[in-house]
């Protein structure tokens, strides 16, 4: 519809309702956020705190996928490459999923993804419970 405002909705009765959407532009605390998905968490306690612990576990996979050994030696490397590119999109896809999280601006939310990733590096890429000295399958994460 020409000349319209591209932030007014028409519904079914022909009526004109304007759909506002505010966004944090700075750190915030509470519950009342949208993370990854619009609507969501919402409101509810219980889902924020399932946000918190989605954002907390993307981040853990990330650091797990980062340091993992899943190609063993002697592997045919047309499929060890393969694995690696699979592994490397994957890696890459939930890290800008908690990348995407932490842009909602909430701490709590921020917490949990430096959290998560600092248990992830812990548990599999610091080698506190490893002795082996062989690195992952994928480069690091690095700019």
């Not at 592997?75 to 699979?86: D, E, F, K, Q, Y």
Request: hydrophobic share 50%.
């Amino acid at each position: 519809m020409e000349g319209m405002d591209p932030g007014m909705m028409m519904n079914g009765t022909g009526m004109h309702h304007h759909k506002m959407m505010m966004m944090h532009m700075t750190f915030f605390w509470g519950k009342n956020a949208e993370v990854l998905f619009s609507g969501w968490p919402g409101t509810s306690t219980g889902m924020y705190v399932l946000a918190l612990v989605v954002v907390f576990f993307l981040a853990v996979l990330v650091e797990w996928i980062s340091h993992c050994q899943l190609i063993k030696p002697g592997s045919n490397h047309v499929a060890a490459g393969l694995i690696r590119t699979v592994m490397h999109a994957v890696r890459m896809g939930m890290a800008y999923m908690v990348m995407l999280a932490v842009m909602s601006f909430n701490v709590g939310i921020f917490i949990a993804a430096i959290v998560g990733h600092t248990v992830g590096f812990l548990s599999s890429g610091s080698r506190i419970f490893r002795s082996d000295a062989k690195g992952s399958d994928l480069p690091p994460l690095s700019c």
